[in-house]
């Protein structure tokens, strides 16, 4: 079955950088387009990044120059860098696969604080 598990959350202070990784299997990695989500507290899941299967990548205007996704087909993982990261992107982060219907993670903590 499909499973997408997201690694590399964690506590960082402001102006830090996290990586984190979803490695996903049980589908055909290389055929589906990739997003990185996040809920705030108290708030509705929101669009961060997305990665196409061809490579083309779109970013919400709160993380563009800041946030990074990228992937690598040979280890069926998906990635999202984070710099210059700000107390307002604290929350859970998920992975979502969309081969041929949607696939969500379990998500991953990033805590932004001083």
């Known amino acids: 079955q499909v499973q997408l598990v997201e690694s590399g959350g964690g506590l960082v202070q402001p102006g830090g950088s996290l990586k984190l990784s979803c490695a996903a299997s049980?589908?055909?990695?290389?055929?589906?387009?990739m997003s990185w989500y996040y809920q705030a507290p108290g708030k509705e899941r929101e669009l961060v990044a997305t990665?196409?299967?061809?490579?083309?990548?779109n970013y919400a205007d709160s993380v563009k120059g800041r946030f990074t996704i990228s992937r690598d087909n040979a280890k069926n993982t998906v990635y999202l860098q984070m710099n210059s990261l700000k107390p307002e992107d604290t929350g859970v982060y998920y992975c979502?696969?969309?081969?041929?219907?949607?696939?969500w993670g379990q998500g991953t903590q990033v805590t932004v604080t001083s």
């Open positions: 049980g589908f055909t990695f290389s055929s589906a387009t």
């Open positions: 979502l696969a969309w081969y041929k219907k949607p696939y």
């Open positions: 990665i196409t299967n061809g490579g083309s990548t």
